[in-house]
Each structure stands twice: as structure tokens, then as C-alpha cells.
């Protein structure tokens, strides 16, 4: 009976844990690709340590403010409509029309997805702002490069270990976002 209680609650806040783990591997994916193009754009136009640290921190707290309250948005639309679809539930307890049947525990929850996108960011992006602002000067674009690609492909083999997607596509398309992105900035940031 205890085996079955304790399955029981790990269970019963599935989809909200679902939702988190997304926002999760959302934020840090995030986290490494805009803060690397931040810096390496900075990196290409010249700027000096400080102020790549500044830009880098900058980056880093905008784009985890803006990707929390981007989760908090979007997972808050998504509950209004599971509670709206639970009230109708209620109304018709015999509701044999309604596609899916939730429970009070299917209920999502915005604070935990924006948390969790929000710090998942802050330490994506800690990879490639350290990584810059540690190397030596003439080393911080390689080293910058090559922390994103090992980070985004490591966030890849966490998010598709134990399931049936493909490992080596999900780094490919992490990689050449990753690489696209910074690419641009780069460009710009040389081209000033």
C-alpha cells in the first residue's frame, strides 16, 4: 500500500512537471544561444572585457526576465483553459462530449514553469558569459564556440535520454541554431 501512495504523488502532478521540465530545456537552450550571440557579437566589434561583461550580464537577466514572464503568459492561458474546460466538466458530471477528462491535479502551474525557465536560463548563460570573460583575449571567440557547442549538445543528451528521439539530431539542430545565431552576431558586431 505504501508502494501505490508514494506512485500515487509522483503521478498525480505529471502534466505540471512535464510543462517545467519543457520550460526547463527551453530556458537553458536559450540561455547559451543568446548569450553567446550577445558576447560574441560584442567579441566581434572589439569591445573591451568590461564591456563584454556588461553586455553579457545585461543579456542574461533581460533574457531570463523575458522568457519567465513569457512562461508565466503563456502556462497562465493554458489554465485558464484547463479550468474553464473543468468547469464545463462539473456542470455536466455525465459529460460523455468532453475529450478529455482532468482532475484537479492536471492543473497547471505558471510560477513553477516560470521559475524554472528562469533559472535554467541564468545558467545557460553563465557558459558561454564565464567562458568569455575568462579566456584570454585572443582565445575568447574559439573557447566561446566551443563551450556553446559542448553545452547545447550536452542539454540535447539530457532532454532525449530515455526516450525514442534521436540523440544526434536533436545536438545537430541545438548546434547549428547555436552556430547561426552567433554567426550573425558575430558579422554585425564585426561590421561596426
Do not use: Y
Not at 556588461?54 to 519567465?68: K, N, P
Not at 485558464?80 to 475529450?99: A, G
Not at 505558471?110 to 545558467?123: D, K, L, M, N, V
Not at 548563460?125 to 563551450?147: D, G, K, Q, S
Request: with cysteine; hydrophobic share 45%.
Amino acid at each position: 500500500m505504501k508502494v501505490t501512495h508514494v506512485l500515487k504523488v509522483k503521478t498525480n502532478f505529471f502534466w505540471d512537471s512535464l510543462n517545467v521540465i519543457r520550460a526547463s530545456i527551453l530556458g537553458a537552450n536559450d540561455g547559451i544561444i543568446s548569450v553567446s550571440g550577445i558576447v560574441l557579437g560584442a567579441a566581434g566589434a572589439n569591445l573591451d572585457s568590461k564591456t563584454l561583461l556588461i553586455s553579457g550580464l545585461s543579456g542574461m537577466l533581460a533574457g531570463a526576465c523575458s522568457m519567465a514572464g513569457g512562461e508565466w503568459i503563456s502556462v497562465s492561458t493554458q489554465r485558464d483553459i484547463q479550468e474553464k474546460t473543468m468547469e464545463r466538466q462539473l456542470e455536466n458530471e455525465d459529460c460523455e462530449n468532453c475529450p478529455i477528462k482532468l482532475q484537479k491535479n492536471d492543473i497547471l502551474m505558471p510560477f513553477h514553469a516560470a521559475a524554472s525557465s528562469f533559472c535554467s536560463f541564468i545558467i545557460g548563460a553563465m557558459i558561454p558569459l564565464l567562458t568569455m570573460i575568462l579566456a584570454r583575449p585572443e582565445h575568447r571567440v574559439v573557447f566561446t564556440l566551443i563551450a556553446m557547442i559542448a553545452s547545447l549538445s550536452i542539454n540535447a543528451i539530457v532532454c532525449t535520454h530515455n526516450s525514442e528521439v534521436s540523440t544526434s539530431k536533436t545536438i545537430l539542430r541545438n548546434v547549428i541554431t547555436g552556430l547561426l545565431t552567433t554567426l550573425v552576431t558575430f558579422i554585425l558586431g564585426a561590421s561596426v
